[in-house]
């Protein structure tokens, strides 16, 4: 199923995109690059899911807004993160952004189907020294649905380190811990346990999607620690209903 999704980049409504920060007309033309590291867990990579114009965009737009400086260290229940982030409710923004990743999506997860993208949209900014250790992502309840899926989208240029690094571990997580950190993004740290095996890595490339299934089927994961310029991500969650 997942060796046969295509690149079909929709395009926003007109009354979305002018607000969205999403260019009418674009349709990506970069090759489609999906990872599976195991039947179970489902992370897919795709290149020119923004383009560099739009990244562009919100990486400018950000620096009108209010960095909230985040430098926790590990616990035995969350893991270290160091990081700029914002938080704002975009509705626009999140239906512009499921337009465009909807075809990109499993039809299927749970017997449920893709419905929206949350309009919780979140920028993280990284520079050298900071980091987001190894931990897993919460699935949550929304009125439309359950969030199912990560989606990350990379902004910035010339960053060296900052790669999000996936393991071979499975997530530990219950469901009665989901909802641990919601609207804060922390995250569950893996605990103490012999270090697991490195399945690939995504580099932060401008305009990359990194989209992954997060709560009981997220795989474990990082954000390396940047060596060298500034990292911007921007951050939704897919959701199935």
Not at 41 to 63: A, C, M, N, P
Not at 75 to 85: I, K, N, P, S
Not at 143 to 170: C, K, N, Q, R, W
């Amino acid at each position: 199923m997942c060796t046969d999704i295509e690149m079909k980049v929709a395009i926003p409504l007109n009354a979305l995109q002018s607000r969205s920060g999403l260019k009418e007309g674009f349709q990506a033309k970069r090759e489609v690059l999906i990872e599976q590291p195991s039947s179970s867990h489902r992370v897919y990579v795709v290149d020119g899911f923004l383009t560099d114009e739009e990244s562009d965009h919100f990486v400018k737009q950000s620096s009108c807004g209010t960095w909230e400086a985040t430098d926790n260290p590990q616990t035995l229940e969350y893991a270290q993160r160091r990081q700029g982030r914002q938080q704002r409710n975009d509705p626009e923004l999140a239906r512009a952004l499921f337009h465009r990743v909807k075809a990109l999506c499993p039809p299927s997860i749970d017997d449920m189907c893709p419905v929206s993208c949350s309009s919780n949209i979140r920028l993280y900014r990284y520079k050298p020294g900071d980091l987001f250790g190894m931990h897993y992502d919460e699935s949550n309840v929304t009125p439309e649905g359950t969030t199912m899926l990560t989606l990350l989208v990379y902004l910035g240029t010339g960053v060296a380190g900052g790669e999000t690094i996936f393991y071979a571990s499975d997530n530990v997580v219950s469901t009665s811990s989901k909802g641990k950190g919601k609207g804060k993004g922390k995250g569950k740290h893996k605990g103490k346990r012999d270090e697991p095996e490195a399945i690939f890595m995504v580099e932060p490339k401008r305009g990359r999607l990194c989209l992954h299934e997060h709560g009981t089927r997220c795989l474990l994961h990082e954000a390396a620690e940047v060596k060298a310029g500034v990292k911007y991500v921007m951050r939704s969650d897919v959701v199935y209903g």
